[in-house]
């Protein structure tokens, strides 16, 4: 993948394999308020009866990862820990989980409101987490000067993850992970963290453990979820104000540009909703989302990942008779040196470093 961007292609039975679904559960992972201000967050479940009743309990936690390349919406990073006796029985053999992208969005919402309903072997056993990183916090940090890019938030993302657990009283025995870049390395780093720990990560760990394929469950069914909320704005309103009142409204409350950017608002509005997609670049659906609904000045909403490649040539295009002006404040000290802040230089000039310390040692002193 190229960091820069992560404009990812995929062919159309991916995406279509990738689209959230409507009506997906939405699980208590799902913060609406911070998805549509587009604030980033962690979620954490409670610890499971079968392991909080005795902390001592050796414990599997697998990693992965939902939502890496769509221009649109949050990355999502989950891990789901139990007890590491039951990884194969209950996971596999008995709820049959499985790599999040083969499954079907009905079958991986039943599986992660199973995660979330009491009186279930899935809810008694097994703990789990989100780390929620919005559309607007991963382009804030990849496009800031010290370019914080997204294998960096990925891997700090998961390893906060893993520690809050851990700092829980949580006896984690063995970790599994989906790799982001090359495995042995980001591995060797993760041994340096806890040298204790028996850590695993491998290319489609989500194939291959089914811990990992659990915690891709609960990232995909948050992601895609999340992703419905943050498309709630630009739905069509009924009641008594019109839909463009209610648009505009909904995208003031979210946008943190709202002072400054009615104009996409009105933008939004312009013809019919259409559905965004599953927010890849290659996803046809989501390209003319793009195009519809973009203002030539201030381009989207904060579910849009304006470092994306895809984002930033559609504005560049947009943008070509579009001239902005951004001025800078100035104060008026642009040319001044620090002495002038301190005192007034002497008028016939003379030198600034001996002048700081005081009077020239050859000056005649006066005596009283």
Known sequence: MNDSHEDVQMDTQEIELDAPATGVFKAPSIHRLDILAGKSYS??????????????????????????????????????????????????????FD???????????????????????????????????????????MLAPSQYNLNAQAMDATIALIKEVMAMGVNVKEIYIDTIGKPEVYQAKLERIWPTVRITVAKKADSLYPVVSAASVCAKVTRDAALEVCYEPYKTSSGNKTAKQSKLESFSKRSTVASRSSKVAEKLNEGEDAAWGSGYPSDGRTTSWLKQNMDPVFGWGNACRFSWGTAKDLLERKNSDVKVDWPVDDDGNGDMRMMDFFAARNEAGGDELVDWFGKRVTEEMEVF
């Open 99 to 141: 790599d999040s992208k083969v499954l079907t969005p009905e079958v991986r919402s039943s599986l992660m409101r199973k995660l979330c309903t009491r009186e279930t072997n899935l809810h008694a056993a097994c703990g789990w987490a989100t780390r929620l990183l919005s559309a607007r916090d991963i382009s804030a940090h």
């Open 43 to 96: 979620h954490f479940s409670p610890i499971p009866s079968q392991i909080a009743g005795d902390l001592g309990k050796e414990v599997v936690l697998g990693v992965d990862e939902a939502g890496r390349g769509p221009v649109l919406g949050p990355m999502v990073y989950a891990l789901l820990y139990l007890p590491l006796e039951l990884q194969q029985s209950l996971l596999a053999e008995t709820h049959h």
